[in-house]
């Protein structure tokens, strides 16, 4: 039998001495019943949206692995892990208070939106910190486009965001897409002891230095998922978010032939999965079209299968038996509009060059020889490890000098050169850009994104209108590896 045909529940997720995914859930923690685990969002226009929020982090004990499993200590918005669902329609005010009762500072992040530099929710560079034990700021912008995007923290991320602070925005389009149900499903990577609480080995030098903290139960929605129940013939519109700090899913839905219609947010050509895979980095979103074409009793499982020989069961597409379906739509698959980007003029763009270096089997430079010749205690949060064109930052403070300085109102052409053995998804705040080429060959979707997926020695050209001013993060979205130095400053002047 080989990897890909092995039962995926039985599997190793990955990671040496690490428990397969949800290895709590089927041999320390009992049997679980069925937990359907994807709520669908109210449709557009179906209510009058809130015109304010207000987020509060804070410490919560929550039922994270099941009603009959001890509950699990986690930092949370409003209680709740994920966050709330946030809805704005596009081109309308979002405001947000939020109060930090955490027991250190934090910041709210607004991940892949176009929004003003003092927004953006980036520590000691676009604002002060919220100081714990009460804290409060207020954000307020206009929501320009549509789409899937979220937030979280972006101070001490690889702690705040694997202890549970994060959460979806939605940006309802002006017209609801002709479809059955609107789904989300936030995807999360946890490190579980058996005693049913999130490990504290923040500080491995290991994760750092390699894939990041890779877990050992995966949930949806804030829940270990079994099953997600459809009725045949219906279509869904479903959301997919990435917010674990390092795991990448490849996901295949068995007996099912899905479209993706937007990435990290944007709206795309309508087309299959590459491979057949929906391929999410940490911070990816993608929305896809999923026709119910089952019938009444099937059951097909959602495999992650990024390792190939370690894939595993995320979950299982159940078709209620009790419901003789429905006939499939007809027509044409739905598009979304486009949003309003500025097109890149790639023929007269400067021209940039970024390159990535460190890790294990690497390039390393002096700080992680010094590192490797013995310096306990250096894990997440230590520079050295990784480096963007030679600078290893401070993740701290985040102030650091620019290391591009880019003309306003221009277009510009960075080429990502990945010298490492690892993954990266390379994300940029503030702006949305296009994937022009990987490996020097031109990228025929050119897909318009803010996240960067660059697989080990490859490398991609993303090409962009610099028309949002400010100092914007520009960093890899695997939290360990940002925390130990894979982090720059883009100055848009």
């Known amino acids: 039998m080989t990897a890909r045909q092995r039962p995926a529940k039985t599997a190793l997720a990955s990671g040496a001495g690490r428990p397969p995914v949800n290895l709590l859930r089927r041999r320390a923690l009992g049997t679980l019943g069925a937990i359907v685990v994807a709520p669908i969002l109210p449709p557009a226009g179906a209510q009058p949206l809130p015109d304010r929020y207000t987020l509060r982090a804070a410490s919560a004990r929550l039922s994270l692995l099941g009603p009959a499993n001890p509950q699990t200590d986690l930092w949370a918005y409003n209680d709740r892990v994920p966050g709330p669902v946030l809805r704005v329609k596009q081109g309308e005010r979002l405001r947000v208070d939020v109060v930090n009762d955490l027991p250190e500072s934090t910041t709210v992040h607004w991940h892949g939106l176009r929004l003003p530099n003092a927004m953006d929710g980036v520590p000691n560079l676009t604002q002060a910190p919220i100081a714990a034990g009460g804290g409060r700021f207020t ?4 929501c320009p486009d549509a789409g899937t995007f979220w937030y979280h923290p972006h101070l001490r991320g690889n702690v705040q965001v694997e202890m549970g602070l994060a959460g979806a925005l939605i940006v309802e389009e002006p017209e609801r897409l002709a479809v059955d149900r609107d789904v989300l499903w936030v995807l999360d990577d946890w490190r579980m002891l058996r005693d049913g609480q999130v490990s504290q080995d923040f500080d491995s030098l290991r994760d750092a230095a390699h894939d990041g903290r890779i877990g050992n139960t995966v949930t949806i929605n804030g829940a270990l998922p079994d099953q997600f129940t459809l009725e045949s013939g219906e279509r869904i519109r479903l959301r997919l978010l990435n917010v674990a700090n390092a795991r990448v899913f490849a996901l295949r839905f068995e007996g099912h032939a899905p479209t993706v219609i937007a990435l990290d947010g944007m709206p795309c050509e309508p087309h299959a999965p590459e491979g057949g895979r929906v391929m999410l980095g940490p911070g990816m979103r993608a929305d896809l079209i999923l026709d119910a074409t089952g019938k009444p009793g099937e059951r097909h499982r959602v495999v992650d299968d990024f390792f190939a020989r370690q894939a595993y069961e995320v979950i299982t597409l159940a078709y209620d038996p009790r419901k003789r379906g429905r006939a499939l739509r007809g027509g044409p698959l739905p598009r979304l509009a486009p949003n309003r980007v500025p097109e890149p003029d790639v023929a007269a763009a400067e021209r940039h060059r970024i390159v990535f270096d460190g890790g294990m089997m690497g390039m390393m430079g002096g700080g992680v020889r010094g590192m490797m010749g013995g310096m306990p205690g250096m894990g997440a949060g230590a520079t050295g490890i990784w480096a963007i064109n030679g600078q290893s930052a401070s993740e701290p403070d985040h102030a650091h000098a620019p290391l591009l300085t880019l003309a306003r109102d221009r277009t510009h052409v960075l080429e990502l050169v990945n010298n490492t053995a690892w993954w990266h998804p390379i994300h940029l705040h503030g702006h949305s850009f296009r994937i022009v080429t990987r490996n020097g060959a031109r990228d025929a979707r050119r897909p318009l994104v803010d996240t960067a997926l660059l697989p080990p020695r490859e490398s991609a050209e993303i090409a962009f209108f610099a028309d ?24 848009v002047g």
Not at 139 to 142: A, G, K, N, S
Not at 469 to 483: I, K, N, R, T, Y
């Open 139 to 142: 954000y307020e912008f206009v």
């Open 468 to 491: 949002n001013p400010g100092d914007w993060m520009f960093h890899c979205h695997v939290l360990e590896h940002q925390a130990s130095g894979m982090m720059a400053t883009i100055r």
